[in-house]
């Protein structure tokens, strides 16, 4: 078996790719200076930590 630093790198890449989708983490929009909520849109104050209208949590 040799190694080759082309198909490393690809490999690597693939690698990124396949972690990127499963740790996706959502975050809260931005919209006025406020929070918005990505699932309903609804907006909230800065000290807001989940959504009042439909209950996301960001950390959930
Ligand atoms: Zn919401």
Not at 4 to 29: C, K, M, N, Y
């Amino acid at each position: 078996m040799s190694s080759a630093p082309s198909t490393s790198d690809g490999l690597f890449d693939e690698f990124l790719e396949d972690r990127g989708h499963e740790t996706e983490i959502v975050r809260w929009e931005r919209s006025y200076n406020k929070k918005q909520c990505p699932e309903c849109g609804g907006l909230h104050e800065e000290s807001a930590s989940e959504c009042r209208v439909c209950g996301w949590d960001p950390y959930a």
